[in-house]
């Protein structure tokens, strides 16, 4: 279960939190105010494996925590931070990133763009951090670095934006102060899976379930990006659905776009019931229907349905889309597990070297 997390900062009216994703959507140039985050698709043995064997990209681990965009404004009196969710909110915080050649930290990033992760770290003496995991770059005070290549645009949240906010942290002795602390996430070679499953994950203070595979040459992409791929374990394979009940059954709803302008939902199937899980879940809540909940995929929980319970997904606006659902069934069906994608890496490794011209 996600540790539960509250976004730092305060929660913009729907008139504020619009007009900011608008200045966003015209500022990377995507002209709407949706979520413009790159959404990865779900590994298959079929693709996936042909993508990492024949093309370059680089992996990190599956952080469990609440996906943000953070833009960073250098406005009067003092600079602001503001984290977008996929689910349309905007929070605004006082927290500020100086620029990399401000010794005294006095001049801060101005319409600099990352995509990040918020987490909660667990510590051995059981308090909790909050963490900022940077993974993206955007933009970078006014320069549209999207079309960069990935190395490129993690140099410049390493180098330009981590760094300088670390460095000030240490300097001025104001972790306390700040309502996160600032990290990159590790990014490997493609093949470094095992070098993340031994040496990384273990010694996370978070949960993480998959791996992100990235492509070293594409674009940041907003929305679905197929130059992304999620592994996660075939049973951890999870899908967001809208759900409403019907006759005592939880009936789980794809997204399916608009129709006559209003977003219209598609059914899919009835939500695996054991005895005793009504009591459990829902039960208690007084209105069910319209809400989102995650479910993972278990055929053998409760026959004949597939899909079990795991949680609600309130930091979420909409559903998956039909596509994505399909989508996710297609890599439960095609999947690989663990073993056999860490039996790959040695190959991975060699196609690697060999069209770089490096020694294998």
């Not at 913009?12 to 709407?32: C, D, K, Q, W």
């Not at 070293?216 to 809208?242: H, L, M």
């Not at 039960?283 to 053998?300: F, K, M, Q, S």
Request: net charge neutral; proline share 5%.
């Amino acid at each position: 279960m996600t540790e539960q997390i509250t976004i730092p900062g305060r929660l913009l009216a729907p008139n504020e939190s619009y007009n900011m994703r608008t200045f966003v959507g015209e500022l990377i140039g995507t002209g709407h105010p949706r979520f413009p985050g790159s959404q990865p698709v779900s590994f298959t043995r079929t693709r996936s494996l042909r993508e990492l064997l024949e093309h370059d990209y680089y992996v990190c681990e599956k952080s469990d925590g609440i996906r943000v965009l953070v833009l960073m404004l250098n406005t009067s009196p003092q600079p602001q931070t503001y984290f977008f969710t996929r689910k349309n909110e905007v929070y605004q915080t006082q927290a500020a990133f100086p620029l990399p050649t401000s010794e005294r930290f006095s001049q801060f990033h101005d319409r600099t763009l990352i995509d990040a992760e918020l987490v909660v770290d667990t510590e051995a003496d059981g308090s909790r951090v909050m963490k900022l995991l940077g993974f993206d770059t955007l933009m970078i005070d006014g320069f549209n670095c999207m079309s960069r290549a990935l190395d490129k645009r993690l140099g410049y949240l390493r180098d330009h934006i981590f760094q300088p906010f670390i460095k000030m942290c240490q300097r001025l002795g104001n972790h306390n102060s700040l309502p996160f602390v600032a990290e990159m996430k590790s990014f490997q070679r493609s093949y470094g899976v095992k070098l993340l499953h031994t040496e990384v994950i273990p010694k996370l203070k978070h949960k993480s379930d998959g791996y992100i595979f990235t492509s070293a040459q594409a674009p940041y992409t907003p929305g679905t990006c197929d130059k992304i791929i999620k592994w996660k374990p075939s049973n951890e394979n999870s899908v967001d659905f809208r759900i409403s009940l019907e006759m005592g059954r939880v009936r789980l709803l794809a997204f399916a776009g608009k129709k006559n302008g209003r977003d219209d939902y598609t059914y899919f199937e009835d939500l695996a019931m054991r005895e005793g899980d009504w009591e459990k879940h829902f039960a208690n809540i007084e209105e069910l229907n319209g809400r989102i909940i995650e479910v993972v995929w278990d055929p053998e929980y409760a026959p004949p349905g597939k899909w079990r319970f795991l949680r609600f997904r309130d930091d979420k606006l909409e559903s998956n889309y039909i596509g994505v659902v399909q989508s996710i069934m297609d890599s439960i069906s095609d999947n690989i597990e663990l073993d056999e994608l860490l039996a790959y890496m040695d190959q991975i490794r060699a196609m690697w070297k060999t069209r770089h011209g490096e020694v294998a």
